[in-house]
């Protein structure tokens, strides 16, 4: 098992010799903001926090997309709220196969902020319930904050303006009618970014929602130097940076702001097609 993804088994096991993990809930739901936190108090895994991808994952839409990352100092104290710290492991999921937002999370908490020891439950919620996992709604657990300040790391981002004249590997995460520009539900303008190929985040995972082996990955990932992953909003270009640690391979560097901030500019060049 890659050290990025953990299995529903192993972390039941963690948890029943009370190992110290601090769980955060990412799921979501990109045409209703506020699905996050409903579905977390309907029912999540005993213990987990919520780590909600519009309120603590993004700052405010606007002029840099639809889920600009948030500032360091604001993320910053979403972790210390959350009492995440770097001497405990942290376990983050979602019910997407981490397309949402776990693999996100997973960006910000380990790639960013630099956490040592963070990983993506393997198949989410889903896998964690075929295991017989029980979920709980409780939500009043006295969370101790913590006082860790991360030394955040932006060479693992990259801007509009450096991708415009970059060489490196693009790749986009949608699905292919999106960056083929046939259909865009989301944003107002549709296509991709000129030179870019697609790789929908979906690609990386098995029927079942759990992560494609190593090898498989290894063998179907696009083969570069360097790469730049993006999406719509700088979400799921995140699962395929996680497909790539699972693969072993040196990791793409993040456009945060991705199709959606693209798009805000018009003299940038949009392509249609393959």
């Known amino acids: 098992m890659s050290e990025v993804l953990i299995d529903a088994t192993i972390l039941q096991a963690w948890l029943a010799d009370m190992t110290p993990v601090t769980l955060l809930d990412c799921r979501a739901r990109l045409d209703d903001p506020g699905a996050g936190a409903a579905l977390w108090r309907n029912g999540h895994i005993p213990g987990s926090r919520h780590l909600d991808l519009e309120r603590d994952m993004s700052s405010g839409p606007g002029e840099g997309g639809r889920h600009p990352l948030p500032n360091p100092a604001a993320f910053t104290a979403v972790l210390q709220r959350l009492g995440v710290h770097p001497g405990i492991p942290v376990v983050v999921y979602d019910d997407r196969g981490g397309q949402l937002a776990a693999?996100?999370?997973?960006?910000?908490?380990?790639?960013?902020?630099?956490?040592?020891?963070?990983?993506?439950?393997?198949?989410?919620?889903?896998?964690?319930?075929?295991?017989?996992?029980?979920?709980?709604?409780?939500?009043?657990?006295?969370?101790?904050?913590?006082?860790?300040q991360p030394d955040f790391d932006?060479?693992?981002?990259?801007?509009?303006?450096?991708?415009?004249?970059?060489?490196?590997?693009?790749?986009?995460?949608?699905?292919?009618?999106?960056?083929?520009?046939?259909?865009?539900?989301?944003?107002?303008?549709?296509?991709?970014?000129?030179?870019?190929?697609?790789?929908?985040?979906?690609?990386?995972?098995?029927?079942?929602?759990?992560?494609?082996?190593?090898?498989?990955?290894?063998?179907?990932?696009?083969?570069?130097?360097?790469?730049?992953?993006?999406?719509?909003?700088?979400?799921t270009a995140c699962h395929n940076i996680l497909a790539y640690a699972v693969a072993g391979r040196r990791l793409p560097r993040l456009y945060a702001g991705s199709w959606s901030h693209w798009i805000r500019d018009p003299a940038r060049p949009i392509a249609t097609g393959d």
């Open 154 to 235: 932006d060479s693992v981002l990259i801007d509009a303006n450096e991708v415009l004249v970059s060489r490196d590997l693009k790749l986009d995460a949608r699905t292919r009618e999106r960056f083929r520009g046939e259909n865009e539900p989301i944003d107002p303008v549709a296509g991709h970014i000129p030179g870019a190929q697609c790789r929908p985040s979906v690609d990386n995972l098995e029927s079942n929602g759990r992560f494609k082996p190593a090898t498989t990955l290894n063998a179907e990932l696009p083969e570069a130097s360097e790469a730049i992953s993006y999406c719509g909003s700088g979400v």
């Open 103 to 148: 693999a996100r999370a997973w960006w910000m908490l380990h790639c960013w902020a630099g956490h040592p020891q963070v990983r993506v439950l393997d198949g989410g919620l889903p896998a964690w319930q075929a295991h017989n996992g029980t979920l709980s709604t409780e939500t009043g657990d006295e969370i101790t904050p913590s006082d860790w």
